[in-house]
């Protein structure tokens, strides 16, 4: 490989002239899901050099053989949690050449400053080593760190790999154009930068989140503790309430029955105390030393004093009982023991008077004086001493009837406590609530499903989540079969072997995964379970879960908890809309604190009433905005109607008014001049009567190519109007004015009559305003674009050599690709497929004359292909500009200024496929230098020469046709320099004058469901009443 001779400064400086173009986004491969290449995360740097420089001209990135390899990109296998890696998709040929050290050094380092296929395969050689080294290394996660830090290193390391491969590339660039190198190390610069930011941002986030999470973990134990505290104390009070309710009423009923007992029994005393019933003995003379016997007989026995009291018993009185330190009133035991002593007492006083009496009488009789006085003044003392018992007595009744009245009280306090207790449970009932277990989206299944989760939640309340949903899910059979409903002969059927301990769950899990032979769990389980087994590990799938397998076949979980036969794989029924992560999920949330679902509950309602004011907020806003533009929009309205009114429409309706009211033959000999006032175009200025030539349609359309050729010719005939260039262009020809007059009438007569030609239907659109002349030039430029198309086309079908036929699919390829047919911003479906039915029309059969297309007869007459395709580019322009019109106004909020933002937001609405960089470019025609607003009309007036769309060129629209078999896509074109000002007003872009913007204003149609505007409707049908237009 010889030696590159340096550039001359005038070759550089012709080179980045040419080089200035405007670049287009090209389109993402819709069918591509992988992210290509390892995302970046290394900082803007001052350039992306080579890593080693090495003696010579050149450089290598960095040293050692490498082997062929293939285009690199990046995945993350969902299916394996923490496994990345790169994987590698070939898109050139293996070459299995390997090199060494030695070869690199010779092939790359010696001096020789030129880049070739050999140093770029050498490259490719190098990078699959290091992929293969970084999945070694990269492609699972061990152990440590977490996975944040293990994609941030990852990330790092890919980064280096890719940064040492670009910059050999970039090197390998520099050697043919140093600007494209340059290039190319900007836009990694950009790209690294803008990762990097976004991987310390998603760190971030990270960080921040497990610092909440640890936050309310720690606050929602305390809050759990706290709770648990109080549940406890009021269930000891509960405890402590009822008790005491249990003594009181014990007290009470015991009290009831003595206080009973105690009336019955002081009955007597209380009558002699009331009626006073004891007589006084003043006749008794008897010594003070003898007592009279019942038979007048003195016995000699002295009384002493006090001789009828109580015996000293040892029982204290009943007053001097005291109360309970409690402060409850006096005990049943004392008030059953007093009323017993005031029962005897009663009893022997009585006895006592009725000796007295008897042997008072007796002594009377026997005329004992002084025994009668000694025993007189003995029974007064004992009287007198009964009384005083009697009194102590009776207060020993009064305290009782007091304490019965406290037990009254108390026994209503006892009731209040009942209550208070009641009160007391309904808030320890309010402290803990316990709603439902939530089944998260398994309740969407069915109640089926709902009642088996809720009553296995329910029973086995304490096992843990992974536990029970082992369980339920089970090991499988076959499609929605559990194991268990196959073979229920061999569920649990290791148990016995596991409890004897002849065998352990480890060498269960050892021998399935080394898949031993048939045999190993022959003296284990009955032959029929061994059957079973034998057929079912043969059939079973790899990846399960082995601890399934385990399970079921002993019949006891992992932690020890013996499984239910009810439940065991009851979830399999409903396998693959239930899996293991749903499971888990559900079961995981129903073991949450109640306190935690309440915060959740609570964070969501509150998200909810912000949403909901952010909405009021929102249709406020939006409610002025729609009164802004409502009133922007009548006084456009009023405006429209006080402009004035085009010339050609005016002489257009009254030739219409003529025709209806007296019929096509009323103008059948001329017309009436619309008017000879100052005001009146010089081509129609006139009040007498035009002569009606009756132009045939090959003369009128002759006229109209002329008057285009000479307009295209001119110098000067660019900045003009048409209809001002067609008056001088008559004058030239005719030299009267009656005869420029009357051409002039003709003419617009004859081309409203013709206007389903396509040539002059556009003719009369101009001359009427409604669209502007550079869109006859894009519809030139469309043709020419066409055919350009249908000839490469033809070539990539044959092999290089054209034909000048074309199969019609390989035509509906190409064009569907030129269209964008399906896509944002192309041709609906409806519109291709008339014009593929206009193509059959002019052409039947499988294959068609490309050459003939757009072929004219002698009446200048095109096909209908070539008709139908101007026709909707013509009405697919209008579409556009009549929705960038509304966009923009909507976007000023109806008023009639706008400024640069609201213009671009506008632009990027209308056409998806329109990046902010082209729409800047765009404003920037539309806005004067230094200006922020213009008026709508001013802005709209300046885009229509440079808005639109664009299309691929015809080179792309071929798709797979441009691609021999067997071969590799050729690279795409390069791209052409763009013109300043195009023909149809279409963008500047890539493609220069033939980024036209024909079939790719269907979007907007699409959008606003697939019907045009009313004003592109009233353009598209000719005998419609004319009426002022928006210039497209």
Not at 355 to 366: G, L, N, Y
Not at 383 to 400: C, N, V, Y
Request: with cysteine; net charge neutral.
């Amino acid at each position: 490989m010889s030696a590159a001779v340096a550039p001359s400064a005038e070759q550089i400086e012709t080179i980045k002239a040419k080089s200035r173009f405007k670049r287009s986004k090209l389109p993402p491969d819709p069918s591509s899901t992988l992210l290509q290449g390892v995302f970046l995360t290394v900082p803007p740097r001052g350039h992306v050099g080579p890593a080693k420089l090495l003696p010579g001209n050149t450089h290598s990135p960095m040293d050692g053989p490498m082997s062929l390899g293939h285009d690199v990109s990046y995945r993350l296998d969902a299916t394996s949690p923490g496994r990345m890696g790169l994987s590698i998709r070939s898109n050139a040929q293996n070459l299995s050449t390997s090199m060494t050290p030695g070869d690199w050094s010779r092939s790359i380092v010696p001096g020789k400053n030129m880049s070739g296929r050999r140093e770029t395969l050498l490259l490719r050689q190098w990078m699959q080593a290091e992929m293969e080294a970084f999945n070694s290394k990269w492609g699972r996660k061990g152990a440590s760190p977490n996975v944040v830090e293990f994609v941030v290193l990852a990330q790092k390391a890919a980064h280096s790999l890719y940064t040492h491969t670009f910059s050999e590339l970039a090197r390998q660039v520099a050697v043919s154009c140093q600007d494209r190198a340059d290039l190319l190390t900007d836009l990694w610069q950009s790209y690294s930068s803008m990762v990097d930011n976004i991987v310390n941002r998603l760190v971030e986030q990270h960080s921040v989140l497990q610092q909440k999470c640890l936050n309310s973990e720690g606050s929602n134990k305390a809050t759990f503790e706290d709770l648990e505290t109080v549940n406890r104390t009021l269930q000891q009070e509960n405890i402590r309430h009822k008790e005491q309710i249990t003594e009181l009423q014990e007290m009470s009923s015991s009290l009831a029955r003595k206080s009973k007992d105690t009336e019955d029994n002081n009955s007597p005393l209380r009558a002699m105390k009331n009626n006073r019933s004891f007589k006084r003995i003043d006749t008794v003379r008897a010594s003070n030393s003898s007592v009279l016997s019942p038979r007048d007989r003195a016995t000699g026995e002295s009384v002493p004093s006090g001789g009828v009291q109580r015996a000293d018993s040892g029982v204290p009185p009943i007053s001097a009982l005291a109360k309970r330190r409690t402060g409850a009133p006096v005990g049943a035991d004392a008030v059953r023991f007093g009323a017993k002593r005031a029962s005897m007492m009663a009893g022997a006083l009585l006895q006592s008077l009725q000796t007295a009496q008897d042997e008072a009488e007796d002594h009377r009789s026997t005329g004992g004086a002084a025994a009668l006085r000694s025993q007189n003044q003995t029974l007064t003392a004992a009287l007198e001493e009964s009384r005083k018992e009697m009194g102590r007595m009776l207060d020993q009744i009064t305290e009782l009837e007091r304490a019965a009245d406290d037990m009254v009280g108390l026994e209503s306090r006892v009731q209040v406590a009942e209550g208070e207790r009641d009160v007391a449970v309904g808030r320890l009932v309010s402290y803990t609530p316990r709603p439902s277990a939530a089944l998260g989206g398994l309740s969407s299944l069915g109640p089926d499903i709902s009642d088996v989760l809720t009553r296995a939640m329910a029973t086995f309340r304490t096992w843990p989540p992974e536990e029970l949903a082992r369980m339920l899910i089970g090991e499988a059979a076959g499609p929605q079969t559990c194991a268990l409903e196959a073979a229920p002969h061999a569920f649990a059927c290791m148990q016995t072997a596991v409890k004897n301990g002849r065998l352990s769950r480890n060498d269960i899990l050892q021998a399935i995964d080394e898949q031993k032979g048939p045999g190993w769990w022959l003296d284990y389980v009955p032959q029929a379970s061994a059957r079973w087994l034998g057929q079912h590990v043969l059939v079973r799938d790899p990846e399960a879960d082995p601890n399934l397998l385990v399970d079921f076949l002993v019949g006891i979980s992992e932690a020890g908890n013996i499984l239910a036969a009810e439940y065991y794989g009851c979830l399999q029924a409903f396998q693959p809309a239930v899996t293991w992560e749903m499971c888990m999920a559900t079961l995981e949330g129903s073991h949450e604190p109640t306190n935690v679902r309440m915060a959740r509950a609570e964070e969501h309602n509150r998200r909810l009433q912000q949403e909901v004011e952010e909405a009021r907020a929102e249709l406020a806003a939006q409610i002025e905005a729609d009164r802004l533009r409502e009133e922007g929009r009548k006084r456009r309205d009023e405006e429209a109607k006080l402009e004035k009114r085009n010339q050609v429409d005016a002489l257009l309706e009254m030739l219409m008014a003529a025709e209806v009211e007296n019929g096509e033959s009323f103008l059948h000999d001329g017309f009436s001049g619309i008017g000879a006032g100052i005001d009146i175009h010089k081509l129609l200025r006139t009040n007498g009567f035009v002569r009606n030539r009756r132009m045939s349609k090959r003369e009128t359309e002759k006229l109209v190519k002329e008057v285009w050729k000479a307009k295209m010719s001119d110098e000067g005939g660019q900045d003009v109007e048409l209809i001002d260039f067609l008056y001088t262009f008559l004058q030239k020809r005719h030299g009267l004015q009656s005869a420029i007059i009357e051409t002039g009438y003709n003419l617009v007569y004859w081309l409203w009559k013709y206007s389903f030609d396509a040539d002059c239907d556009l003719f009369l659109k101009i001359l009427r305003g409604e669209v502007r002349e550079d869109v006859y030039v894009s519809q030139k430029t469309l043709q020419d674009e066409l055919e350009a198309v249908f000839r490469a086309a033809d070539k990539a079908a044959n092999r290089n050599r054209e034909t000048g036929v074309l199969k019609k699919e390989d035509v509906m390829i190409a064009l569907k690709n030129y269209f964008c047919m399906g896509q944002p911003g192309g041709k609906s479906l409806d519109r291709f497929d008339t014009l593929m039915s206009a193509l059959d029309k002019d052409q039947p059969g499988t294959s068609i004359e490309h050459g003939k297309v757009f072929e004219e007869d002698r009446e200048f007459n095109q096909g209908a292909f070539a008709e139908c395709v101007r026709e909707q580019w013509l009405q697919e322009r209008l579409e556009y500009f009549s929705e960038l019109e509304a966009v923009i106004y909507h976007e000023a909020m109806g008023q009639d200024e706008c400024d640069r933002g609201q213009v671009i937001t506008a632009l990027m609405k209308v056409d998806a496929n329109l990046i902010e960089k082209q729409a800047l470019a765009l404003v920037e025609t539309a806005f004067m230098p230094g200006a922020d607003k213009h008026t709508v009309k001013l802005v709209l007036r300046r885009l229509r020469a440079g808005a639109g769309r664009t299309h691929p060129t015809p080179i792309e629209a071929l798709g797979t046709l441009a691609r021999p078999k067997g071969k590799k896509a050729a690279p795409p074109p390069p791209l052409r320099q763009a013109s300043g000002k195009k023909a149809d007003g279409g963008p500047t872009s890539n493609r220069g004058p033939t980024s036209s913007r024909p079939g790719t204003a269907a979007a907007a149609t699409n959008r606003s469901g697939g019907g045009s505007n009313p004003t592109s409707a009233r353009a598209a049908a000719p005998a419609a009443k004319p009426k002022p237009k928006a210039k497209a």
